[in-house]
């Protein structure tokens, strides 16, 4: 297992800019790619979210060809992996919020090990406890994968058990949103449903995903505002993100959940969709 | 005039970790300080706010002997400077938002070129708008000075007419509370108000000067629950921060304010205050 290797602007690097805007005032995006046999899962899907936070941000979107070729490049030396794309709004000239229009993307490729999947949590699932900290909501920022990330370093402070593998936390309004690191589904009556995420929270490519592959399957799947009794009237919770694909939780907040057959559909589903999207080359 | 000078750690230096957990999360702090004469212009008050904001983000407070020793050193070159001292988490050990405990801040300190400070707006004051971009609430991070700065970046961007000095900002919730990069009082009847800060904003130490100068000339301060109305009905309005001082307000959004008394007195008071400390050596 290697150590991190990063490229800036498609050079190897290992600093940036003291007066990069990503470190100033968290002015960027970024995206955590899953890797494997060389190839970037659901990569498409990872770019036209990068788009979307580029367009919100106004910040000029990157060559998709300059990106693609930066990433085939990084995981040649190392075909398994978990590659960091962010992008910044570069290097301020002088002080302020204010930016000159059209500034180019900084690019910043972190190349991390990945490490093996954890079987146990895909198959028997993960225990996850209710946070305290209220996420802030912000329609202007939900959705993207921007850089101020302050809210999830808190949220995960909340909690050093091992044990535990996530925090569910709610909306300043009391609306059930996300993991600090996942996105969340609940099964009732064989039907999905995951929170909406206008006001806050990360639009995850996996939820993106899972959703499509639900509906594919017939499955009814819908974004819905959702609380505290929806968490308790579900018969199946799962969490997503592109690393973890589908984790299914088996207790919440003290509450014992089962593995259920909706979770373990979309598995299989999701196993055969990556699979496929591999075999593409 | 410079250009930009930078240390990190005490050290010269032009780039920091691409690791960095204030580039990858805005995982940090920071201060924005007059200094003139090679003094930093109310450096206790400064230094008490980053205190307050690594306590709140579990951040190891650096000795305020080095702090102090590096802010003396910056200016040995250049005595009317701005200096911006960012702490950061330092650099992440691996990916995630959790941090081993006690990891030491990073200290990055720049020193910016001081404008010559604008009579005129000091004078006849500034024109300000009304921003479109709501304040996210979030009492665990509303005060401190932290690098999660987008929503700013967003609201300041909302206008490009250098005509207009600053926008007035309001909480999802509807509540006035603060410039982009200011903070704001207004003035009815003679007593001051300003927006209470506990769900969003920050903290300003020009704020907490004025404030603190007002009570000792007796004028009656409070901090308040602010809206529209209360802007409508506000006699004179003014903006603070530790670069302008105490600008006031000649129109705000189309209606035209005088600078009015109070303004003036706090005007007088603020540059005596900045006088004497100065003069303390």
Same mark, same amino acid.
């Given at each position: 297992?290697?150590?991190?290797?990063?490229?800036?602007?498609?050079?190897?690097?290992? $600093?940036?800019? +003291?007066?990069? !805007?990503?470190?100033?005032?968290?002015?960027? /995006?970024? &995206?955590?790619? @899953?890797?494997? =046999?060389?190839?970037?899962?659901?990569?498409?899907?990872?770019?036209?979210?990068?788009?979307?936070?580029c367009?919100?941000?106004d910040l000029p979107v990157p060559?998709?060809?300059?990106?693609?070729?930066?990433?085939?490049?990084?995981?040649?030396?190392?075909?398994?992996?978990?590659?960091?794309?962010?992008?910044?709004r570069?290097?301020?000239?002088?002080?302020?919020?204010?930016?000159?229009p059209g500034q180019p993307a900084?690019?910043?490729?972190?190349?991390?090990?990945?490490?093996?999947?954890?079987?146990? $949590?895909?198959? +028997?699932?993960? !225990?996850?406890?209710?946070?305290?900290?209220? /996420?802030? &909501?912000?329609? @202007?920022?939900? =959705?993207?994968?921007?850089?101020?990330?302050?809210?999830?370093?808190?949220?995960?402070?909340?909690?050093?058990?091992?044990?535990?593998?996530?925090?569910?936390?709610?909306?300043?309004?009391?609306?059930?949103?996300?993991?600090?690191?996942?996105?969340?589904?609940?099964?009732?009556?064989?039907?999905?449903?995951?929170?909406?995420?206008?006001?806050?929270?990360?639009?995850?490519?996996?939820?993106?995903?899972?959703?499509?592959?639900?509906?594919?399957?017939?499955?009814?799947?819908?974004?819905?505002?959702?609380?505290?009794?929806?968490?308790?009237?579900?018969?199946?919770?799962?969490?997503?993100?592109?690393?973890?694909?589908?984790?299914?939780?088996?207790?919440?907040?003290?509450?014992?959940?089962?593995?259920?057959?909706?979770?373990?559909?979309?598995?299989?589903?999701?196993?055969?969709?990556?699979?496929?999207?591999?075999?593409?080359?």
């Amino acid at each position: 297992m290697s150590t991190t290797a990063i490229w800036i602007d498609g050079r190897v690097a290992d $600093a940036v800019s +003291a007066l990069d !805007r990503g470190l100033h005032y968290g002015d960027g /995006l970024f &995206e955590t790619i @899953a890797c494997s =046999g060389g190839r970037a899962q659901l990569l498409p899907l990872h770019l036209a979210r990068l788009r979307r936070g580029c367009e919100r941000l106004d910040l000029p979107v990157p060559a998709e060809q300059t990106l693609r070729r930066e990433i085939d490049a990084a995981l040649e030396a190392e075909p398994e992996a978990v590659l960091k794309l962010i992008l910044t709004r570069g290097s301020a000239a002088g002080r302020g919020y204010a930016y000159p229009p059209g500034q180019p993307a900084r690019r910043l490729l972190l190349r991390y090990p990945r490490s093996a999947p954890d079987p146990a $949590a895909a198959v +028997a699932g993960v !225990r996850v406890r209710l946070g305290r900290l209220r /996420l802030g &909501e912000n329609p @202007a920022l939900a =959705g993207i994968k921007h850089l101020n990330r302050l809210e999830q370093v808190l949220a995960r402070r909340e909690c050093s058990d091992a044990a535990i593998a996530e925090s569910l936390l709610f909306s300043a309004g009391g609306a059930l949103v996300s993991g600090t690191m996942s996105n969340v589904f609940l099964v009732r009556a064989g039907a999905l449903a995951t929170p909406r995420l206008e006001r806050c929270g990360v639009e995850g490519v996996m939820r993106a995903t899972v959703a499509q592959l639900a509906v594919a399957a017939g499955i009814d799947c819908r974004e819905a505002q959702l609380g505290p009794d929806d968490l308790a009237q579900a018969e199946e919770i799962f969490l997503t993100n592109a690393l973890i694909g589908i984790h299914p939780v088996r207790e919440l907040a003290g509450r014992e959940l089962s593995v259920g057959p909706r979770t373990q559909q979309l598995q299989r589903r999701l196993a055969q969709h990556l699979a496929t999207e591999a075999g593409r080359g």
